[in-house]
Antibody, heavy 120, light 107 residues
Framework: EVQLVESGGGLVQPGGSLRVSCAAS????????MDWVRQAPGKGLEWVGR??????????EYAASVTGRFTISRDDSKNSLYLQMNSLKTEDTAVYYC???????????WGQGTLVTVSS | DIQMTQSPSSLSASAGDRVTITCRAS??????LNWYQQKPGKAPKLLIY???SLQSGVPSRFSGSGSGTDFTLTISSLQPEDFATYYC?????????FGGGTKVEIK
């Protein structure tokens, strides 16, 4: 059974940092591109960024709204994906989902999400 | 960035109805269009990829069509479990972008 389990969400002050993680199982994690998608409370879906697989040299790509502040990384030996978030803003408040990219830029695997709240 | 516009933003329908949701891209995206279903408090679920390919395990009452800039998601006979919000998403260019969603409610 495919599982993606996010962790590490919580309350952080504006300007602070947080790292969320995603533990994968049930599929060959190292073969996949992996993405982060977020959803602000009561709003739609927003793509945050992606990390390609080793065959594609782990290239990372980001949405303009997070470029320079967020960093995506992965550890294939641990089947884990990470999102390091720095200089957080109140508008970064959202549920953050990790998602498995089938290779065509669409997401067939999703985690349950972790809530990040940026507030003073 | 490619803007994705869905219509309507919400609709009311009855079980058994045929429902059509449209999605328009701000530029040509060939067939790089995907559809998701999301229920409250849950993660999205992939329904259709590459405009018309049905994801494994998704009921055949769901279908997708279109190319270029105009796309549709059709539910041939709405079932009680289909009441949810539906999102389109383009995968033609980075940044990947989603439509604003269509909420399908019970009439």
């Amino acid at each position: 059974e495919v599982q993606l389990v996010e962790s590490g969400g919580g309350l952080v002050q504006p300007g602070g940092s947080l790292r969320v993680s995603c533990a994968a199982s049930g599929f060959i994690f190292s073969d996949r591109y992996m993405d982060w998608v977020r959803q602000a409370p009561g709003k739609g879906l927003e793509w945050v960024g992606r990390i390609r697989n080793k065959a594609n040299t782990y290239i990372t790509e980001y949405a303009a709204s997070v470029t320079g502040r967020f960093t995506i990384s992965r550890d294939d030996s641990k089947n884990s994906l990470y999102l390091q978030m720095n200089s957080l803003k109140t508008e970064d408040t959202a549920v953050y989902y990790c998602a498995g990219d089938k290779g065509g830029g669409y997401f067939d695997y999703w985690g349950q999400g972790t809530l990040v709240t940026v507030s003073s | 960035d490619i803007q994705m516009t869905q219509s309507p933003s919400s609709l009311s329908a009855s079980a058994g109805d045929r429902v059509t949701i449209t999605c328009r891209a701000s530029q040509n995206i060939d067939r790089y269009l995907n559809w998701y279903q999301q229920k409250p408090g849950k993660a999205p679920k992939l329904l259709i990829y590459a405009s018309s390919s049905l994801q494994s395990g998704v009921p055949s009452r769901f279908s997708g069509s279109g190319s270029g800039t105009d796309f549709t998601l059709t539910i041939s006979s709405l079932q009680p479990e289909d009441f949810a919000t539906y999102y389109c998403q383009q995968s033609h260019k980075i940044p990947l972008t989603f439509g604003g969603g269509t909420k399908v409610e019970i009439k």
